[in-house]
């Protein structure tokens, strides 16, 4: 079992930064290819960014591409979100999630995710 526990959320003002942060447990986790997804009050989720199993590859939704960046720290089995300009419209839990494949590129696809975090809110205030 996979346990995902993400942090660093909060509110922030328009044009502000957040840093979050998806610690796994279990020794597997550089196997994997991990994603960041979010959803906003009445909308369906959405994926944000995802990186590879190595780090060597990522890639990002087209509303979040240049303001944000995923890394990961396979060391400390933790994947991260950079959030820079932040926007109202960003507003939203956001979730981590490990792709079900090992040695992937990471799925923009929800449902090619298994285990997925219990998420943390981000407020953005315009």
């Known amino acids: 079992q996979v346990q995902l526990v993400e942090s660093g959320g909060g509110l922030v003002q328009t044009g502000g930064s957040l840093r979050l942060s998806c610690a796994a447990s279990?020794?597997?986790?550089?196997?994997?290819?991990m994603g960041w997804f979010r959803q906003a009050p009445g909308k369906e989720r959405e994926f944000v960014a995802a990186?590879?199993?190595?780090?060597?590859?990522?890639h990002y939704a087209d509303s979040v591409k240049g303001r944000f960046t995923i890394s990961r720290d396979n060391a400390k089995n933790t994947v991260y979100l950079q959030m820079n300009s932040l926007k109202p419209e960003d507003t939203a839990v956001y979730s981590c999630?490990?792709?079900?494949?090992?040695?992937?590129?990471?799925?923009?696809?929800?449902?090619?995710?298994?285990?997925w975090g219990q998420g943390t809110q981000v407020t953005v205030s315009s």
């Open positions: 990186i590879s199993w190595s780090g060597g590859y990522t």
């Open positions: 279990g020794r597997t986790f550089s196997l994997y290819a």
């Open positions: 999630a490990r792709d079900r494949n090992a040695y992937g590129l990471g799925s923009t696809a929800s449902h090619e995710y298994d285990y």
